[in-house]
C-alpha cells in the first residue's frame, strides 16, 4: 500500500469538485440558459453563472465562496481499511483548506470559534459501503449551507396541503418545497428527495440522489414519472435562475424510496444549489487513478 497517493488523490479530488463542475451540470445550465428569452433576468444570470463557472475553472479557484458540508460515499473492498482511508482524507481536506481550495468553513457549534483545519466531529462526512470489486471508489459532494438551509421534511398525511399518504401527496410537498425556497438556495437548483425512511436516514438517503447524473432516470417506473412531473410543475412556478423569474427553477429532481414505519410517512427534501459540486474518482489497490467519474 502506498499511502502517499491515497492523500495525493483525495487531494486533487477535492481541488477538481470545488473549482470545476461537472460535466452534466454544466451542460443542463447551458441548456437552460439557451432555453431563457434573451435580455431577460433569467438569461442574464444564467450567464452571470456561466461567466463564474468558466472563471473558476481557468484561475484554479472555488467556484463558490461557501466550499459547503464535504461528503464523502466510499464504496471499498471487503475488508479494506476505512480507518486508513479516512485518515489520509482528513489530511487531503486539512491540505486543500491551507492551500485555498476549501474555505475554513467549520464552526464549533458550542464556542463558535473557526475550525482552521476543517477536520472536527463529523466534519468532513463518511459514508463507507463494502463492495465486491477490488477497486475504491470515492464520490464527494460539497454542499453549500444556503441551499442546506431550504432543505425541509414532511410528515403525511399534511392538512395543509391537502397531502394524503400516496405518491401525488408527495408531489404537493416537494412542490410546496420549491415555492417555498424562492428567492434563496441559489436557483437552478436539483433536488434531492426520499419517500420513507426515518427522519435521519430520510435525509440521508436524499442527499444519496446527488450521486446520480442528471440524465440519469429512476428506474422505477412509477417514480421517473413522478420526477418528470414535479420538474415540470416546478418549471411552470416562475421562480426561475436566482429567484427572479424564468423557465429554469430546477435542474433535475432524483427521487429515492426507504420503507417505513405504519405510523410514519415522511418526505424528506434536500436542495442543491446551481453549484453543484460532485465529482468522483475510482482508485486501485494502491491508491493510483483509474479514472475519474462524471
Ligand atoms: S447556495 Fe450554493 S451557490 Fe449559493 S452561496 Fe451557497 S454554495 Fe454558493
New binding site residues.
Given amino acids: 500500500m502506498r499511502p502517499k497517493h491515497w492523500e495525493k488523490n483525495i487531494f486533487e479530488l477535492i481541488r477538481r469538485t470545488s473549482t470545476d463542475l461537472p460535466n452534466d451540470v454544466e451542460s443542463y445550465l447551458k441548456r437552460a440558459y439557451n432555453r431563457e428569452q434573451k435580455g431577460s433576468r433569467a438569461h442574464w444570470s444564467l450567464s452571470v453563472i456561466m461567466e463564474n463557472i468558466a472563471s473558476a475553472r481557468e484561475n484554479d479557484l472555488p467556484l463558490?465562496q461557501?466550499t459547503?458540508t464535504l461528503i464523502f460515499y466510499f464504496k471499498v473492498p471487503v475488508g479494506f481499511d476505512t480507518n486508513m482511508l479516512a485518515a489520509k482524507a482528513r489530511v487531503a481536506v486539512a491540505k486543500a483548506t491551507r492551500k485555498g481550495y476549501l474555505r475554513q468553513n467549520t464552526i464549533d457549534s458550542v464556542t463558535g470559534a473557526s475550525i482552521e483545519t476543517n477536520i472536527a466531529h463529523s466534519a468532513p462526512v463518511f459514508h463507507f459501503e463494502q463492495g465486491a470489486r477490488k477497486t475504491v471508489e470515492v464520490i464527494l459532494v460539497m454542499k453549500?449551507?444556503?441551499?442546506e438551509n431550504v432543505g425541509v421534511q414532511y410528515s403525511l398525511p399534511d392538512t395543509d396541503l391537502d397531502a394524503g399518504r400516496d405518491l401525488d401527496g408527495v408531489r404537493k410537498c416537494v412542490l410546496d418545497a420549491v415555492w417555498r425556497a424562492q428567492g434563496y438556495?441559489?436557483a437552478p437548483g436539483v433536488l434531492g428527495v426520499c419517500i420513507g425512511g426515518d427522519r435521519a436516514t430520510g435525509y440521508a438517503h436524499s442527499k444519496e440522489q446527488f450521486q446520480r447524473k442528471l440524465s440519469d432516470k429512476s428506474p422505477v417506473k412509477v417514480i421517473a414519472r413522478l420526477e418528470n412531473r414535479i420538474l415540470k410543475e416546478a418549471q411552470q412556478l416562475d421562480i426561475g435562475p436566482m429567484g427572479m423569474g424564468g423557465k429554469t427553477t430546477l435542474l433535475g429532481v432524483k427521487v429515492g424510496a426507504l420503507s417505513r414505519l405504519p405510523a410514519s410517512f415522511f418526505v424528506s427534501i434536500s436542495y442543491m444549489?446551481?453549484?453543484f459540486r460532485r465529482r468522483g474518482v475510482l482508485l486501485g489497490p494502491e491508491g493510483g487513478i483509474k479514472r475519474w467519474l462524471y
Fill in positions: 463558490c461557501d459547503g453549500g449551507g444556503g441551499c438556495g441559489c444549489c446551481w453549484a
